[in-house]
C-alpha cells in the first residue's frame, strides 16, 4: 500500500488545468486512478513511458506529445534509489534521456518512492545506465572502463542483441564499485563524446515523497 499512499500525497499537489508530466511504475499507475477519480478532466499529460500514456488514454485523460510541450507546471517519477540531498538513479526503464527531458520542463519535479529506495548517499547497487549514438559504441565504452566501470550493453528477455532506445541509441549498463563525487562522475561521463545522457539525475529533483511502512508519508525538500 506504500505506493498507493505516495501516489495519494503527490495528488494533493495538483490542479484542474495544469499540464503535468508523468514517469512510468506502479506508483504513476495509483496515481492516474486519483486524477481519475478527482475529475481533474481538464489535466494533460507528457509521458515518455508508453504504458502509461496508455493508461492515461484509458481513463480518458489528455495525453499530448512531448515534442509538442515547453514547460510543465509539475511533473512526477520514480527512480531506482534516491539521496538525502536528491540525487537520483533512474537506471531501470532505459528511458533516462527522454525522462530528463520531460524533468527539465517541469517547474517543479517531484519523486515519488518508499522508503526502502531512500540512502543516505547514493550506493550505486545499480548500474548507471549511459545512452549512446550508435558511431560511439566501442569508443564510450573503453572511456567508461578507464574509470574504473565494469561495462555491458544492457540485454533484454524477447529480443535478440542488447536494448536500443526508442531513438535507435544503444544502452550501455555501467557499474561503478566507489562513487565519492556524484556530481563530478556524471560530468565526466556526459562529456565522453558519443554520450546521450545517463541515469544519475544530479540537482534535479525539487522534492521527494517517500512513502514508510507505517503509512505516514514524508516531503523531502532539496537542501
Known sequence: MMKRECA???YKLIKNGMTIGLGGGRTIQYLIEFINMGNLDQIKVVTP???TALACKSHGITVIPTWLTSSLDIAFDGCDQVDESLNALKSGGAIHTQERIV???AKQYVLLVDSSKLVQKLTFD???AVEVVPEA???VKSQLEKMGAQVAWRTGSGKDGGVMTDQGNPVMDAAFNTVDDVA???RRISDIPGVV???LFVGIAAKAIVAQPDGTVTVIDRP
Open 49 to 51: 513511458s508508453m504504458s
Open 137 to 139: 559504441f566501442s569508443y
Open 197 to 199: 545522457d545517463t541515469s
Open 184 to 186: 563530478a562522475l556524471n
Open 8 to 10: 495519494e500525497a503527490a
Open 126 to 128: 545499480y548500474p548507471v
Open 103 to 105: 524533468a527539465a520542463m
